[in-house]
């Protein structure tokens, strides 16, 4: 008997959690839909992120697409996926080096540097 009101009480609870969610999927969707009937004139409550425009190529390798745009010597968003984890990885590389103490092999890590290091990994 316990675990019949058990369930009944766990069907009820799933009951209004179906509900609860049901009602928050259509008040949103009408929020997003601007008819007025969810009130607040269509403003969402979160913003869209903006995607910024992708440069125009990537600094090392001079490919125009990639998945990924991300930071390298020059700043945020100027190296393509392939040539920005390289650039991590060879900052890592340094980081670790000094921290033991040791003299990093690599002093500097510039773009010209970073070309170098893409066509010996080829």
């Known amino acids: 008997m316990a675990q019949d009101q ?66 390298g010597p020059d700043g945020a968003r100027t190296l393509c996926n392939a040539c920005g984890l390289h650039y991590a990885k060879l900052v890592r590389k340094r980081e670790k080096a000094l921290a033991n103490g040791e003299s990093p092999s690599i002093q500097r890590i510039d773009m010209e540097m970073l070309r170098a290091s893409a066509r010996a990994a080829d």
């Open 6 to 71: 058990d369930r009944s009480m766990a069907e009820a609870d799933m009951e209004l959690i179906r509900t609860k969610r049901a009602l928050t999927t259509m008040a949103a969707a009408a929020a997003l839909g601007g008819n007025g009937s969810g009130g607040g004139g269509g403003k969402n409550k979160y913003r869209k992120r903006s995607r910024a425009t992708p440069p125009g190529k990537c600094h090392s390798c001079n490919i125009r697409e990639t998945p990924e745009w991300r930071r």
